[in-house]
């Protein structure tokens, strides 16, 4: 009995690492200017902010996500000079990712029916460290359509990875999941001090401001608010 358990929990293992990767395949396809092992750090002078915001809106619109309406930028985050960091904040409604993989009795979607999840992707901050602070990003939100609104704390892509291992995903598998998540959003966003939050906003009309600050560093950065319209099915 042990061989066939151990071979159906491979089997099992390997359609959801495949289901998680194969989510958004052209996103796990983008090239990569930023990896873990060699970060490049940089700052936006006036004469590059739109190129940056450019790069940062095809970040997000490659992994599905509706940019918010205008960007914001943090003053004084590093470099020289005025030291510009532009940043651009997005959401996608569940469910999120459309799964081209089906694994039985799972359900492989991170973000579920009736929830939006707020991202924020500024573009040239230093990676995340065990010492950064990951909290200071905010997102207020409103259903116009409902009338409920709230407040959440943004999270850092290490505290994302484990929000968007669905719950169905068995323990002996969560790591594998967890795995194939982190390295996909690695490659697939290029800058450092990316947040983001699942919220329960429910369906309608969401209306929401992301604002807050980052750590680039040990150099804090305030962003100020930018507002986004989202339509949750």
Not at 206 to 214: K, N, S
């Amino acid at each position: 009995m042990t061989e066939p358990r151990r071979c159906t929990t491979l089997t099992t293992l390997a359609a959801c690492a495949a289901a998680l990767l194969l989510a958004a395949p052209t996103a796990a396809a983008a090239p990569a200017t930023v990896t873990r092992d060699a970060p490049a750090v940089r700052t936006a002078g006036p004469g590059d902010l739109l190129g940056a915001y450019r790069t940062v809106v095809d970040t997000l619109e490659t992994l599905g996500i509706q940019p918010f309406l205008y960007p914001t930028v943090a003053a004084n985050c590093g470099g020289d000079g005025l030291g510009l960091v532009p940043a651009v904040a997005g959401a996608v409604p569940g469910p999120w990712p459309a799964n081209s993989v089906q694994v039985p009795g799972l359900d492989l979607t991170a973000v579920k029916s009736g929830q939006t999840m707020f991202t924020f992707l500024p573009y040239g901050l230093s990676p995340d460290t065990a010492a950064t602070a990951t909290s200071g990003m905010q997102v207020a939100w409103l259903n116009i359509s409902t009338g409920r609104g709230g407040m959440a704390s943004m999270g850092s892509i290490a505290d994302v990875v484990r929000a968007l291992v669905p719950p169905e995903v068995p323990v002996e598998l969560r790591p594998i999941a967890e795995t194939a998540i982190r390295d996909f959003l690695f490659a697939a966003i290029p800058v450092g001090g990316v947040r983001a939050v699942p919220v329960d906003t429910g369906r309608g009309t969401v209306l929401a401001a992301v604002f807050g600050t980052t750590d680039n560093a040990g150099r804090s950065c305030f962003f100020f608010p930018t507002i986004g319209i989202t339509e949750v099915p």
